[in-house]
T-cell receptor, first 114, second 118 residues
Framework: DSGVTQTPKHLITATGQRVTLRCSPR?????VYWYQQSLDQGLQFLIQ???????AKGNILERFSAQQFPDLHSELNLSSLELGDSALYFC?????????????FGSGTQLSVL | AQKVTQAQTEISVVEKEDVTLDCVYE???????LFWYKQPPSGELVFLIR??????QNEISGRYSWNFQKSTSSFNFTITASQVVDSAVYFC???????????????FGKGTSLLVTP
């Protein structure tokens, strides 16, 4: 158990809808990362937060947004969903958000857009 | 451009065979970090090793060993005497600074799926 909690584990929704994925980092970790894993794209970095502030942005679509709250949990919002958004979304956390740190990953949220 | 290349998509070996997973990376930074993660069938990504760009010492941990060569930009992973429990997808990843805001992204390769059969 990595200590990173993601909810829900599975999400099935329809095209055009909006969903929210939630992540609670390990106790003491200040930085949260979001990744998308799909068969064709592999593991893609979406965004990083550190202590409530955005630190780095990757291949995140404009329809997607995220935030990290004062209690350090994070939410990833996906809107106007398309079939191609179906993927496994991982949250990870680390203490300082520095490149030398290993990341602790949650078990992921499997999103299916029908 | 792909920053981490894992050319082997799938590898199948018989138990007790040795197997090497290749990883080639690309970066302009002088300071960077390389990682290997394992994703077993359960799905969760598990950290295996970290290596910084200034430390080219090879490392051995039990049946696992890693060979880091800056001259060829490679960070290969060898499993000795493979076991069925080693069956998983293995990812090589590169961490480098993203911007002046001190952000970092861990860029993963496409992964190598290892199947170890009895």
């Amino acid at each position: 158990d990595s200590g990173v909690t993601q909810t829900p584990k599975h999400l099935i929704t329809a095209t055009g809808q909006r969903v929210t994925l939630r992540c609670s980092p390990r106790s003491g970790d200040l930085s949260v990362y979001w990744y998308q894993q799909s068969l064709d794209q592999g593991l893609q970095f979406l965004i990083q937060y550190y202590n409530g502030e955005e630190r780095a942005k990757g291949n995140i679509l404009e329809r997607f947004s995220a935030q990290q709250f004062p209690d350090l949990h994070s939410e990833l919002n996906l809107s106007s969903l398309e079939l191609g958004d179906s993927a496994l979304y991982f949250c990870a956390s680390s203490v300082e958000g520095r490149g030398r740190e290993k990341l602790f990953f949650g078990s992921g949220t499997q999103l299916s857009v029908l | 451009a792909q920053k981490v290349t894992q050319a082997q998509t799938e590898i199948s070996v018989v138990e007790k065979e040795d197997v090497t997973l290749d990883c080639v990376y690309e970066t302009r930074d002088t300071t960077y970090y390389l990682f290997w993660y394992k994703q077993p069938p359960s799905g969760e990504l598990v950290f295996l090793i970290r290596r910084n760009s200034f430390d080219e010492q090879n490392e051995i941990s039990g049946r696992y060993s890693w060979n880091f060569q800056k001259s060829t930009s490679s960070f290969n992973f060898t499993i000795t005497a493979s076991q069925v429990v080693d069956s998983a997808v293995y990812f090589c990843a590169l961490s480098e600074a993203q911007n002046s805001n001190s952000g970092y992204a861990l860029n993963f390769g496409k992964g190598t799926s290892l199947l170890v059969t009895p």
